[in-house]
C-alpha cells in the first residue's frame, strides 16, 4: 500500500504533534469556523476534530452547538475510547466516526465532516468523484471514493463507529492510500475530508467541495468526458507533495 | 395516522405556548427577517407568522411590506377566523393558508411560507422531494410532498383557504404526519414548511431548501439514484427527534 | 388588443409625470444602483432610464462609466429624439433601444436592460421563459416572450433601434400586452424589462431572473413539465394588478 | 493573420509601457486582490502578471502565497528568461507560461490564470465555449478555444513551459488572433485571460467565467442551440474595439 508514494507517508515522518490543550481547543475552533467562512455548513450541519497523537486525545466540536459566539472552551476533549476528558459538552455525534478514522489512518491529524452541498450531492448519487482536471490532481491523487452503504444492522447499531469502518474498509479492499486521496463520500450522507491538522482538513473539505461542482458540470458540459490521464494526475499531486514538490515557498 | 411515533406527536405535550402579544410580535418579526438572512426571499416574497394556541391568536407579516426597518409592531395579530385584532397592516393575503393549517394539524406552532429557489423549482415541477441523503433524513421522515394542483373552481373563490384545504386534504389521504414531514410543496406555486414556533418553521424551510438544491442535482449526477432505505432514514430521523434523540445537548 | 384588462392599460390612467429634472436624475441613479445591489450587472452591463412624459425627456445611465462612485449628475438627459439635453457623458449605447420602446409603449416608464445571467442564458437559447409557476403570474400574465434574431442589414446600420423595433414588432405581431407582460428577451443577447418607472423596471427585472433560474431548472426535474393552467396565471397576475387586487396595503 | 483588423493588432500602437517597478508592483498586486474580489479564485489558485516591454521585466503574484494581506512588495520581478530580479518570494510557478506567452504575443501586457470554477468546467470538459450570445461577442470575437490536451512528455519536463507552447501552437495553428480572442482554456485544466495589462486581463478573465457559465445553461435550456451569427459576433465586437468603437466616453 502507499507505494507510489515509497511507503513513506507524507506526514508520517512529523512527529505527533505535542501541543498544550488550550492551543488544540483554538485550532480546533479555529477550523471550524473556516467551515463556516467558506460555506460549508448551514446551521450546525458540520464537525471537525484535530488529534494530539502524543497525549492520544482528540478536540472536536460539540453536537449540536451553534457557530456563532462559539469558544475555544466549548469545544470537547475526548480519548480514543471516546470518554470525555474536558469539556461542558456532549462533543459531535460524529466522534465515533472520527475516532475509527484516527485510530485506523495513523497519519492522519485532522478530520471534517460536512453537508456541504456539491459533495453532498456525489454522495447521495453514490458515486466516485473523477479527476477530471488539476484542481482535483493538485490534492487528490485519484478519484474521490463513495463508500459502500451501510448495512441496516451496522446502521441500527453503532451507526457512527460503523460509518468509520466502512470508510476504512473501503480504502483498504480499494488500496487508496488516505493520505494521497485525503477524502471520501459515505453514501447516501456526505464527505469527510481529513489532513495533517484540522486546518488542512478543512482545507481538503474546501477543495473536494470545488471539484465536485466542477466535475458534476464538466459532466453535463460534455457527456463523454473522460478522465485526465495519470501524467497529468501525477505531474499536479507531485508538484505540490512530496519530495520533488516546487509549488509554494517550501519546496526544498 | 402518525404511527411510527406511537401516536404521540412530538410537539404534542408541550402546552400550548402562553406569551404576551408583544414576544410573540417580537418572534415573528425574528422569524421573517430570518428568511432574509437565510436568502430565501426576495423582496416581499415571503411571509412567517405564529399562534399563541392558549388565546387563539396567530401573528402574521403583514401583506406586500418591505422586510427592510420592519418592526415588531407591524405585524399584524387575527383571530383564527381571519379577524384582525392587532396591527395597522392588512395581514398577508396568504393569511388564510395558514389559518387553515393551524385548525387543521394542531401540533404545529409556526408556518413559513415563501418563493425560495429550489423549493419553488420542485413545486412547479410538481413533484415530491425524494429523501436521497441523511440530510433529509435528519428532518423530513420521508419524502417532501407536492400537492394536487387546485381546480379553476378552488382557484377563483377562496384561493388562500382552499391552497390550505389541499395541503390538508393532501397529508390526510396519503396519511402523512405533519410532524414527521414539517413543510410540503404547493403544485405550481412554492413550499410551505412549518415547526413547533416561528423560528422552527424557518429552519425547516432552509432545511427543504437545502434539500431540494441537492436533490435536483443528485438525479443528475446519477439519474439512476433510488431514495435512502429505510433503516437510514429512520436512524438519522429519530437520532434527532422523539424519546432516543442523541444528537444536541437536549437528549434524554 | 389589452382585452383582459378591459383596455385601460394599468398605467395609463396616471398623469405624465411632472418632476423636475434633479428628481428624475436621483431616481434613474438610484435604479442603476439597484442593478448592482441585485446582482444583475457585472462591470458596465446594464442600464436605467426612465422618461417624464410631460416634458418628453428621458434620463439613463451613461455608457460605458462604473457604477462605483457614480453620481446623480452623471446621468445623461435626451429628448425622444436622442439629442443631449443635459449631462457631460455621452448616454448609453442602447439609448435608441430606449427612445423606441418609449415612443411605441406609451403606457411604460422605465426601461432597464442588463446581461443578468438566468434571463440572458433563455434569451441565449432563443426561447420564451414559459409560466411554470406563480411567482412568473405575479409578474407576467403569460410567457416571457423571445423576439426573433435581427437581420444582417438590423445590424449593420442602426441597430439600437432596430433591437427596439425588433421588440414592438415581437408585441405586435403576437398580441402581447406590454403592462402585462413588462418584459423580453432579445435573442442571442439579454433581457430587457420595464415598468411605471425605473425602480418598477428594475423590479421587473429581478422578477424574470428569478423566473428564469427557476424555469431552466424546473424543466431539468422534470421535462414533461407544462405551464400553469390560464385560471391561476389570471388569479395571481389580478391579485397584485387592477381593480381587484388584494396585495399589498393600497388595494382597494 | 489578424486580418480583420487590417493587420494592426489593437493595442501594438501603443508604446510598450514604461513604468517604475513601484508602479508595476502595485497594479499587479491591484489585479491579483481584483481576482479575489471578482470571485474567481479559492485559497492561491490564481496569478496575475503584467510585462515591461521596454525594461523586459515581468512582475508576478509569488508561488503559494495567500492574497489575504498581500502587499506591493511581495511580488516578485523576473526577466524574460525567468530569473528573479526582486522579491523575497519564488515567483508563481506557472511563470513559464506567462513568460512563453508574453515572447510570442508581443501585444499582450497582463496575463491572468485561475481555477474559476466555469471557465475550469470547460476546460475539463475539453471543449471551445461557442459564441451564444453579444456577451461574449463584447470582448472575444469568436469561440474562447480549448487548446490540446499535453503529451506525457510535455507533462513530466518543463510542464509550464510547455503549457505555453501548447497555447501558442493552438493559436498559430487555429489562424487565432490573440488580440481578438484575449483568453483560452487550457485542457483539463483551466483558463488564462490576457489584456493590455493585468488589469485588462481580469476584465477579460470575469467575462470569460459569465460566458462559459451562461453557455452551459444556454445549452441545457436549448440542446439545438447554434452559434449567434457572424454580423452580431462582428457588430458587438467592434461597437468595442477597434477604430468604429462607438461604446463608452473614448471612442472617436
Redesign the interface.
Known amino acids: 500500500m502507499f507505494s507510489l508514494l515509497g511507503g513513506t507517508p507524507l506526514w508520517a515522518n512529523r512527529k505527533g504533534l505535542r501541543m498544550c490543550t488550550d492551543e488544540l481547543l483554538k485550532k480546533v475552533l479555529k477550523a471550524n469556523l473556516e467551515l463556516v467562512e467558506h460555506r460549508l455548513v448551514?446551521?450546525?450541519?458540520g464537525n471537525a476534530s484535530q488529534i494530539d497523537r502524543v497525549r492520544g486525545i482528540v478536540a472536536i466540536k460539540?453536537?449540536?452547538?451553534p457557530y456563532q459566539g462559539m469558544r475555544a472552551s466549548d469545544m470537547t476533549v475526548v480519548d480514543l475510547d471516546g470518554n470525555v476528558l474536558e469539556g461542558k459538552?456532549?462533543p459531535s455525534?460524529d466522534t465515533p466516526t472520527h475516532l475509527e478514522l484516527y485510530k485506523r489512518f495513523p497519519s492522519i491529524g485532522g478530520i471534517v465532516h460536512t453537508?456541504a452541498?456539491?459533495s453532498?450531492?456525489?454522495?447521495?448519487?453514490?458515486?466516485d468523484i473523477p479527476p477530471?482536471?488539476?484542481?482535483h490532481a493538485d490534492y487528490f491523487h485519484g478519484p474521490i471514493p463513495c463508500m459502500r452503504?451501510?448495512s441496516?444492522v451496522e446502521?441500527?447499531n453503532d451507526?457512527e463507529l460503523n460509518t468509520g469502518k466502512v470508510i476504512v474498509e473501503g480504502f483498504t479492499q480499494r488500496n487508496i492510500d488516505p493520505v494521497a486521496i485525503p477524502g471520501t463520500l459515505v453514501a447516501?450522507?456526505?464527505p469527510f475530508a481529513w489532513g495533517r491538522d484540522a486546518m488542512d482538513a478543512v482545507?481538503n473539505a474546501?477543495?473536494m467541495e470545488?471539484c465536485a461542482?466542477?466535475?458534476?458540470?464538466?459532466?453535463?458540459?460534455?457527456p463523454a468526458?473522460i478522465e485526465?490521464?495519470q501524467?497529468?494526475l501525477d505531474?499536479h499531486y507531485l508538484?505540490k507533495h512530496g519530495k520533488e514538490a516546487?509549488?509554494?515557498?517550501q519546496s526544498g
Do not use: D
Open positions: 448551514v446551521f450546525t450541519w460539540p453536537s449540536g452547538v459538552f456532549k455525534s453537508h452541498r456539491w453532498t450531492i456525489w454522495a447521495q448519487a453514490c458515486r477530471y482536471g488539476t484542481t452503504k451501510l441496516p446502521i441500527r451507526y447516501g450522507h456526505g482545507h474546501v477543495v470545488e461542482m466542477m466535475a458534476a458540470h464538466s459532466e453535463v458540459v460534455n468526458i485526465i490521464e501524467p497529468l505531474k508538484r516546487y509549488y509554494g515557498q
